[in-house]
């Protein structure tokens, strides 16, 4: 059998990915913090267990976990984490993003 997901492009886990699918809904487990440039910018991204994709970290997901986890990324991983999508607007226009739960 060949795994579809396997051939997906998107490399870093969006709110169409999160709300569509199952394997990225209920409780998920960090495996990885890596650092990374996307457009230009520094930032940090989480692997999970199990999940190809991984999470680019926004302003807001970043707080969450410094606010639960503390500021060492070392600490973060085997902590358990939930996705959850929401409305939002951005650059004036309304769309959906993906919140980190804990």
């Given at each position: 059998?060949?795994?579809?997901?396997?051939?997906?492009?998107?490399?870093?886990?969006?709110?169409?990915?999160?709300?569509?699918?199952?394997?990225?809904?209920?409780?998920?487990?960090?495996?990885?913090?890596?650092?990374?440039?996307?457009?230009?910018?520094?930032?940090?991204?989480?692997?999970?267990?199990?999940?190809?994709?991984?999470?680019?970290?926004?302003?807001?997901?970043?707080?969450?976990?410094?606010?639960s986890l503390g500021p060492?990324?070392?600490?973060?991983?085997?902590?358990?984490?939930?996705?959850?999508?929401?409305?939002?607007?951005?650059?004036?226009?309304?769309?959906?993003?993906?919140?980190?739960?804990?």
């Open positions: 059998m060949v795994n579809a997901n396997e051939f997906k492009t998107a490399k870093y886990i969006n709110a169409t990915m999160a709300s569509e699918d199952k394997a990225l809904q209920g409780k998920l487990r960090i495996a990885s913090v890596d650092e990374t440039e996307i457009e230009g910018k520094r930032k940090l991204v989480i692997g999970m267990q199990g999940i190809q994709n991984k999470l680019a970290l926004n302003q807001t997901n970043l707080k969450t976990l410094i606010n060492d990324t070392d600490k973060w991983v085997g902590a358990e984490i939930s996705l959850k999508v929401v409305p939002t607007t951005f650059n004036g226009q309304a769309t959906a993003s993906v919140v980190l739960v804990r």
